[in-house]
């Protein structure tokens, strides 16, 4: 049986890994890329805990082996797939333990030979979270603009163009707002978040900088690192400038449009205002935003929000960066990605 680590999984250019957990444990984080072939569903991972609490380690034992054996045949068909296909598959487990050991013995038996990672996901997370901080380019070039400009677009739109760019909030599966996860999953968890941004660097070695979005410490469920906020706090600043126009109608266009005629949006946004209305202090604006809301005139409700809720925080977090910051009009997309383009590329300033 052929064991490597994760250092080694890391060089190896044809790598799939082959996670051998549950279904339910693979779901709720995994290493990017893989591919989950359990050997137990997640009843029968339940069970055979269950039986290792009451009856002990021996008993769950025979109990998981009468539970594997008639599967053995396909796991291993699975993964000789996948390595007549030219790949190498690495197959892990949470810890390196007793089922990635069982898969890779099975295949070895089988004459094929392939290896098995050693200390498993979580050998993978703590390798990751020592190399993150050191993959961060040097300089961090940030943008800013009040909700609605179009940031995320800019963004999509820089990295469309082969600049270096850090999707925090598509890596976070979150918007970063309130109504951060409308018409989205939940949002990814820290392991998860942790993975996909150790990919991302991975993909921008060498750049002398990296492109993200003013964002918070905390995105949804993750925190961001520490390295990384410091170099946000001293990075280039660029802000992106819009009308009030243009931000309500792409808000609107984003969180509601798509789900006006699912049954869970009103409820949803009615939820979402109860959140907001406690930390507002004007009866007035409650009233009002309560009336937009009640009347589904969702366009009103963004404008309330924008202009009493969301721009003065804003501008309040503003004064947390000492660096001046570059103006640029993006009421155009495409145009306001041309411009952060040229700005980078002639202003050594901004990258250097």
Not at 260 to 279: A, C, G, Q
């Amino acid at each position: 049986m052929r064991e490597i680590t994760v250092d080694q999984f890391i060089q190896l250019n044809n790598a799939v890994a082959v996670d051998v957990r549950s279904p339910g444990e693979f779901k709720e984080f995994h290493i990017p890329g893989a591919v989950n072939i359990p050997i137990f569903t997640d009843e029968e991972r339940a069970m055979i805990g269950t039986i290792y609490k009451q009856e002990g380690a021996d008993i769950a034992k025979w109990k998981a082996m009468e539970l594997v054996s008639p599967k053995i045949p396909s796991i291993l068909m699975e993964i000789k797939e996948i390595h007549e296909k030219g790949s190498e598959p690495v197959i892990y487990c949470w810890r390196g333990g007793m089922r990635s050991k069982a898969v890779a013995t099975f295949i070895a038996f089988a004459g094929i030979s392939v290896p098995r990672l050693i200390g498993g996901y979580r050998a993978y997370r703590q390798y990751i979270l020592e190399k993150i901080p050191a993959m961060l380019p040097d300089k961090a070039v940030t943008l800013h603009g009040m909700t609605g400009v179009g940031k995320t677009d800019v963004l999509k739109g820089l990295h469309a163009k082969g600049l270096p760019v850090i999707d925090l909030e598509g890596l976070a599966g979150h918007r970063g707002s309130i109504f951060g996860t409308f018409g989205l999953f939940p949002g990814n968890n820290q392991k998860t978040f942790d993975s996909l941004l150790y990919k991302s660097l991975s993909e921008i070695v060498n750049s002398p900088f990296f492109i993200i979005e003013a964002e918070s410490k905390r995105i949804g469920k993750v925190v961001l690192p520490d390295e990384l906020l410091r170099k946000k706090q001293l990075g280039a600043n660029i802000h992106l400038q819009a009308s009030m126009t243009s931000r309500v109608e792409r808000i609107y266009n984003d969180y509601c449009l798509p789900y006006l005629d699912n049954e869970w949006f009103h409820e949803k946004v009615i939820e979402r205002l109860s959140y907001i209305k406690k930390r507002m202090k004007s009866h007035e604006i409650i009233a009002c935003l309560d009336k937009a809301a009640s009347q589904r005139a969702y366009k009103n409700v963004i404008q309330i929000l924008l202009e009493d809720y969301y721009d003065p925080r804003y501008a309040h977090k503003q004064m947390e960066y000492s660096e001046p910051f570059h103006y640029i009009d993006a009421e155009n997309t495409e145009l306001a990605v041309l411009e952060i383009m040229k700005r980078i590329h002639t202003q050594n300033a901004l990258v250097n």
